[in-house]
């Protein structure tokens, strides 16, 4: 026989999601409550930001607008002139010499490179052999008897 339950026992998932809600209930209308106070005066703030008056109009956006344009061409022709001129001169003329003096380095380094490949050739022609009986004979005079 099961045991017997107390009057008004809950039992089961749904009881324990029931008393977890219970005890979260009142932190939670706590909280809506903070808020729901906090965008109302907020609300009202706006409206009396608002009536006070003295406010932008379309006109006045204009003539800002003007103000501002000469404003900043103003301020901003003498820094136009300024960064048109930069580098100075004479950093431009460093600036020249040294991408002159790397491509000499560029073409110098091909010569460079070609020379070797001229010599390796060259000493691949008249590299020594070793014929296998200790007799050193150079890639170059056997060529020389191979075509007589």
Same mark, same amino acid.
């Given at each position: 026989?099961?045991?017997?339950?107390? @009057?008004?026992?809950?039992?089961?998932?749904?009881?324990?999601?029931?008393? @977890?809600?219970?005890?979260?209930?009142?932190?939670?209308?706590?909280?809506?409550?903070?808020?729901?106070?906090?965008?109302?005066? /907020?609300?009202?703030?706006?409206?009396?930001?608002?009536?006070?008056?003295? &406010?932008?109009?379309?006109?006045?956006?204009?003539?800002?607008?003007?103000?501002?344009?000469?404003?900043?061409?103003?301020?901003?022709?003498?820094? &136009?002139?300024?960064?048109?001129?930069?580098?100075?001169?004479?950093?431009?003329? &460093?600036?020249?010499?040294? /991408?002159?003096?790397?491509?000499?380095?560029?073409?110098?380094?091909?010569?460079?490179?070609?020379?070797?490949?001229?010599?390796?050739?060259?000493?691949?022609?008249?590299?020594?052999?070793?014929?296998?009986?200790?007799?050193?004979?150079?890639?170059?005079?056997?060529?020389?008897?191979?075509?007589?």
């Amino acid at each position: 026989m099961p045991a017997k339950k107390a @009057i008004g026992e809950l039992n089961g998932w749904w009881a324990l999601l029931l008393k @977890i809600s219970l005890a979260i209930f009142p932190v939670y209308c706590v909280f809506l409550t903070g808020w729901a106070v906090w965008v109302t005066s /907020e609300t009202f703030a706006n409206q009396a930001f608002r009536l006070q008056g003295g &406010r932008m109009t379309d006109v006045d956006g204009v003539k800002l607008e003007a103000s501002l344009k000469t404003y900043f061409h103003a301020t901003l022709q003498p820094l &136009r002139a300024e960064i048109h001129g930069m580098p100075p001169q004479d950093w431009r003329d &460093r600036i020249l010499k040294m /991408e002159e003096n790397q491509d000499g380095i560029h073409v110098n380094q091909i010569k460079i490179l070609m020379e070797i490949k001229s010599l390796r050739g060259t000493l691949e022609r008249n590299a020594v052999t070793d014929m296998g009986d200790g007799a050193m004979v150079s890639v170059s005079s056997m060529t020389e008897h191979s075509k007589q």
